[in-house]
């Protein structure tokens, strides 16, 4: 069966919808919320096409796939290119067999795409990337902390995540992520975005990582216009330079018979740039000062870049992966399960590009608010 592959037109979300929630999953949230799809897939700023940076394969007429696409700018080492997160690839149950699948999923694997990256894939497609030649990658690591008198509230938590438990583990777990010290707040914090951000902090970062751009653009699209979430800015002074942190506050709750109830409240950090050592102190500080004000019982960070990863473990940030049940903390908290945190992705690059391996030599700063990981279920 030969397939025809388009860009859906912006009328056309009520079809994409209907096919999402036919062929993926039941109320997704961009059948529920018309405006966080739009968010995601209309961006006239980085989509030159009229419509949604969304490709329909079809059928004689009729929707047998789709495929999202999120447009961004892509930094290597201070030099720009465009670049893609694919997203939502979902294709009917009568073309899954053949090259149908293969031909949607490289509907985005165009000259003007490098790279093209798949944030969060389904373990079972990993071959899928591989016969495409990409490359799939380890699952981006992930950081824990609980607050200072916070560990028994995370240890009920994990009783609650895993009624089979014994407590001596939940607890043990919960004990090994407390925060062992508090690092002083910045004296002069603030809740912006700074204003010498593209001409003085941004070019510095560009120059020694790969990933999206960050630049004052994508943070107000990324975090100040979200449709759903609402983010909060740290940030620290340190002479000319300043740095930054954004994280949002999330209530976590269990689903009952009577409905979803509150358990209690989490942070999510997703972005941390310090202009120096020494600053990432005073932001980290900050930050904690955040939480433990907001009511937090602790937080979390994904991330793959080793010099973060490395300044947020010096400064207690554990990663999960140093406790044997590390894996097993819970990441969706709306409603709270026990499916783990590991998220695995697959990309493809030009070749000269770094990978974005090894946790001393990462040079890939990328988070879990890249693509669309970091939305509401």
């Not at 039941?26 to 419509?51: I, K, S």
């Not at 789709?66 to 893609?84: D, H, K, W």
């Not at 990309?347 to 590009?353: E, T, W």
Request: glycine share 8%; hydrophobic share 35%.
């Amino acid at each position: 069966m030969s397939l025809q592959f388009r860009f859906a037109q912006i009328d056309e979300y009520p079809a994409v919808s209907a096919f999402v929630n036919e062929f993926w999953a039941q109320n997704h949230v961009y059948c529920r919320n018309r405006e966080l799809f739009e968010w995601t897939f209309r961006r006239p700023d980085e989509w030159e096409h009229e419509g949604f940076s969304l490709v329909i394969a079809e059928d004689q007429g009729r929707p047998a796939g789709i495929l999202g696409g999120i447009p961004f700018r892509f930094n290597r080492f201070g030099q720009t290119s465009r670049g893609v997160w694919i997203v939502n690839y979902v294709i009917r149950p009568d073309h899954r067999k053949g090259t149908s699948a293969l031909q949607l999923l490289s509907q985005f694997r165009r000259p003007e795409f490098d790279p093209v990256i798949a944030f969060g894939i389904n373990p079972a497609t990993k071959a899928i990337y591989q016969v495409l030649r990409g490359t799939v990658l380890d699952e981006i690591p992930r950081h824990f902390l609980v607050l200072p008198d916070a560990s028994r509230r995370m240890a009920d938590l994990l009783r609650l995540t895993y009624p089979d438990w014994q407590e001596g583990r939940a607890r043990d777990l919960a004990e090994s992520l407390v925060l062992r010290r508090r690092p002083a707040p910045a004296r002069d914090a603030a809740d912006l975005i700074p204003r010498t951000w593209d001409q003085e902090e941004w070019p510095a970062i560009a120059e020694r990582t790969i990933g999206a751009a960050r630049d004052t653009a994508y943070f107000t699209w990324r975090y100040r216009k979200h449709p759903v979430f609402e983010y909060r800015f740290v940030t620290a002074p340190e002479g000319a330079r300043s740095g930054l942190a954004v994280w949002r506050l999330e209530t976590i709750r269990r689903q009952t018979p009577e409905g979803r109830r509150d358990v209690d409240r989490i942070g999510r950090m997703v972005e941390f740039l310090p202009a120096s050592p020494a600053n990432a102190e005073a932001l980290f500080g900050t930050f904690v000062k955040d939480l433990e004000e907001s009511g937090a019982m602790g937080a979390d960070f994904y991330g793959y870049h080793s010099q973060t990863r490395c300044q947020l473990q010096e400064l207690g940030f554990s990663p999960t992966s140093q406790h044997p049940d590390g894996p097993a903390l819970p990441s969706r908290f709306q409603p709270l399960d026990g499916k783990g945190g590991g998220i695995l992705s697959a990309m493809f690059l030009r070749a000269d590009s770094p990978p974005c391996a090894g946790p001393a030599e990462c040079a890939w700063y990328w988070t879990k608010s890249d693509s669309d990981q970091d939305r509401p279920n």
